[in-house]
């Protein structure tokens, strides 16, 4: 008889636990938080179990209701104001739960490896240029920023661990250091609240950025089974999605910035049908169709014999720079910031950082936001003519035409049939590169900086670099 009125006692308590449940928030929707302005906006949590859910917007008064499903999850969607703020939103299963300083403005997620990761502090021994002096002027309420902490698993999560911070010297610090430069300039220029998510891994291959459905068309890549498949939890195809992505799906943004590649340069056959299959897919889940902008940060330039294993073949990293630059030619709503001229010879992570957000901030400025009267994207190769020993080389995207110190690049090599490639003379002629070399009396092909290390010389006349290219197949 005890044993029974202790049972019949342990289900009145847990009775009374669930029907006194409270609201509960993914940690990316909490105080402090910017959500995107002018926009129907997404939110969702656990709340008791088919209970009404009421939320009220501060700026208008506005209700909107749900149910709460068996389990307690519901999901609201609801208009949002112009960019400003603060406000608060008021969440009730019966108990009101506020969410308070929330602004309205403009939302990017921000992911990739190491090269995004990489936070102002820089890692030991490898900094961040100029980044000292600008955390110590980084406080700014009007940005935002939430770090989405390292997970990796093979289950789709519904929550990540991270929270949200103004941006300050102590918060900027240990944040994304490409983000922040991009997040910086939006906010300067739009003068509006910016909110940054990062979520990246050093280390990780675009494999664990994608879902099973996704990597279907890849059937060379084993997924994984179970969690004893994870062998290393930046590197496993699928597992930083489900851990670090899925959480956020469906989390109202603006578009994404990503910076990676470094850990696929040895893949650049794949790399560009894996990154176009992986924004179609991110757009896909997040229900937003091409109406998310997705910009992109070219692989820096950087000896790969420095990590190549003693007896290997060298990968030429350029073959994947190329890739990456074929997706924003067919993908809508793309564009890459090419680094060609801020990579470092000794080190796969370089030190300018700020010039990679801010050309990063470039493309989003004036493709998304609208910017007229500055140039977002750099010159991309167009074709060839050849006319005796002289190769003449066209670009497209450079109405101001190319510029180089001097007029003059010394990055260009040409070939003849043998397919030999030799250093040539190249110079500028209006709108055209001229390139020549003594050594090929016909040539039939060129190729500019496509190494694993250069120096990118050539530039728009708006200071934008060429990327490496090739005019050959082979």
Same mark, same amino acid.
């Given at each position: 008889?005890?044993?029974?009125?202790?049972?019949?006692?342990?289900?009145?308590? +847990?009775?009374?636990?669930?029907?006194?449940?409270?609201?509960?928030?993914?940690?990316?929707?909490?105080?402090?938080?910017?959500?995107?302005?002018?926009?129907?906006?997404?939110?969702?949590?656990?709340?008791?179990?088919?209970?009404?859910?009421?939320?009220?917007?501060?700026?208008?008064?506005?209700?909107?209701? #749900?149910? +709460?499903?068996?389990?307690?999850?519901?999901?609201?969607?609801?208009?949002?104001?112009?960019?400003?703020?603060?406000?608060?939103?008021?969440?009730? =299963?019966?108990?009101?739960?506020?969410?308070? =300083?929330?602004?309205?403005?403009?939302?990017?997620?921000?992911?990739?490896?190491?090269?995004?990761?990489?936070?102002?502090?820089?890692?030991?021994?490898?900094?961040?240029?100029?980044?000292?002096?600008?955390?110590?002027?980084?406080?700014?309420?009007?940005?935002?920023?939430?770090?989405?902490?390292?997970?990796? #698993?093979?289950?789709?999560?519904?929550?990540?661990?991270?929270?949200?911070?103004?941006?300050?010297?102590?918060?900027?610090? =240990?944040?994304?250091?490409?983000?922040?430069?991009?997040?910086?300039?939006?906010?300067?220029?739009?003068?509006?609240?910016?909110?940054?998510?990062?979520?990246?891994?050093?280390?990780?291959?675009?494999?664990?950025?994608?879902?099973?459905?996704?990597?279907?068309?890849?059937?060379?890549?084993?997924?994984?089974?179970?969690?004893?498949?994870?062998?290393?939890?930046?590197?496993?195809?699928?597992?930083?999605?489900?851990?670090?992505?899925?959480?956020?799906?469906?989390?109202?943004?603006?578009?994404?910035?990503?910076?990676?590649?470094?850990?696929?340069?040895?893949?650049?056959?794949?790399?560009?049908?894996?990154?176009?299959?992986?924004?179609?897919?991110?757009?896909?889940?997040?229900?937003?169709?091409?109406?998310?902008?997705?910009?992109?940060?070219?692989? +820096?330039?950087? =000896?790969?014999?420095?990590?190549?294993?003693?007896?290997?073949?060298?990968?030429?990293?350029?073959?994947?720079?190329?890739?990456?630059?074929?997706?924003?030619?067919?993908?809508?709503?793309?564009?890459? +910031?090419?680094?060609?001229?801020?990579?470092?010879?000794?080190?796969?992570?370089?030190?300018?950082?700020?010039?990679?957000?801010?050309?990063?901030?470039?493309?989003?400025?004036?493709?998304?936001?609208?910017?007229?009267?500055?140039?977002?994207?750099?010159?991309?190769?167009?074709?060839?003519?050849?006319?005796?020993?002289?190769?003449?080389?066209?670009?497209?995207?450079?109405?101001?035409?190319?510029?180089?110190?001097?007029?003059?690049?010394?990055?260009?090599?040409?070939?003849?049939?043998?397919?030999?490639?030799?250093?040539?003379?190249?110079?500028?002629?209006?709108?055209?590169?001229?390139?020549?070399?003594?050594?090929?009396?016909?040539?039939?092909?060129?190729?500019?900086?496509?190494?694993?290390?250069?120096?990118?010389?050539?530039?728009?006349?708006?200071?934008?670099?060429?990327?490496?290219?090739?005019?050959?197949?082979?």
């Amino acid at each position: 008889m005890k044993h029974l009125k202790n049972s019949i006692l342990l289900v009145f308590l +847990a009775c009374i636990t669930t029907l006194s449940a409270e609201i509960k928030l993914p940690a990316i929707f909490s105080d402090g938080m910017v959500m995107q302005q002018k926009i129907t906006a997404n939110i969702w949590g656990k709340a008791s179990a088919k209970a009404q859910v009421i939320l009220t917007s501060s700026w208008d008064k506005k209700k909107q209701t #749900t149910t +709460a499903d068996d389990q307690g999850n519901w999901k609201i969607a609801f208009k949002t104001p112009t960019a400003g703020g603060p406000f608060t939103l008021t969440i009730s =299963d019966g108990k009101p739960f506020v969410l308070k =300083d929330i602004l309205m403005g403009e939302v990017w997620l921000c992911s990739g490896q190491s090269n995004m990761e990489m936070p102002m502090k820089g890692f030991k021994n490898q900094p961040v240029e100029g980044s000292n002096m600008d955390i110590l002027k980084s406080t700014n309420t009007n940005l935002r920023l939430f770090t989405v902490k390292r997970n990796s #698993t093979i289950e789709s999560q519904t929550d990540v661990s991270g929270q949200w911070q103004e941006a300050a010297p102590l918060s900027v610090r =240990d944040f994304s250091a490409t983000a922040y430069y991009f997040g910086r300039l939006l906010q300067e220029t739009l003068h509006v609240p910016v909110g940054l998510v990062s979520s990246s891994w050093g280390g990780s291959c675009i494999e664990a950025w994608m879902t099973e459905d996704m990597l279907h068309a890849f059937p060379s890549v084993k997924i994984p089974k179970t969690e004893k498949d994870i062998k290393e939890k930046n590197r496993t195809p699928i597992t930083l999605y489900q851990a670090m992505i899925h959480p956020l799906v469906g989390l109202t943004l603006k578009g994404v910035i990503w910076y990676q590649g470094e850990t696929n340069y040895d893949h650049a056959n794949t790399y560009a049908d894996m990154f176009t299959t992986m924004i179609n897919g991110w757009r896909k889940n997040w229900g937003q169709s091409d109406t998310i902008p997705f910009y992109y940060c070219q692989i +820096a330039p950087f =000896d790969y014999s420095i990590i190549t294993e003693k007896g290997k073949e060298v990968i030429n990293s350029a073959y994947l720079r190329e890739a990456q630059g074929k997706v924003e030619q067919h993908v809508p709503a793309t564009g890459m +910031a090419v680094l060609l001229d801020a990579g470092l010879e000794k080190g796969i992570h370089p030190i300018k950082k700020q010039l990679a957000g801010e050309r990063l901030a470039l493309l989003a400025l004036t493709k998304s936001y609208k910017i007229q009267g500055v140039a977002g994207e750099s010159p991309y190769y167009k074709g060839i003519e050849i006319q005796g020993d002289t190769v003449m080389v066209s670009f497209e995207r450079a109405n101001m035409w190319i510029a180089a110190k001097n007029f003059e690049s010394k990055l260009f090599t040409v070939a003849g049939a043998d397919k030999v490639f030799h250093p040539a003379k190249a110079w500028i002629v209006r709108s055209k590169m001229y390139v020549k070399s003594e050594a090929v009396a016909k040539p039939v092909a060129v190729r500019y900086g496509f190494e694993n290390y250069v120096e990118g010389d050539l530039y728009s006349n708006e200071g934008l670099p060429v990327s490496s290219f090739r005019s050959d197949n082979w």
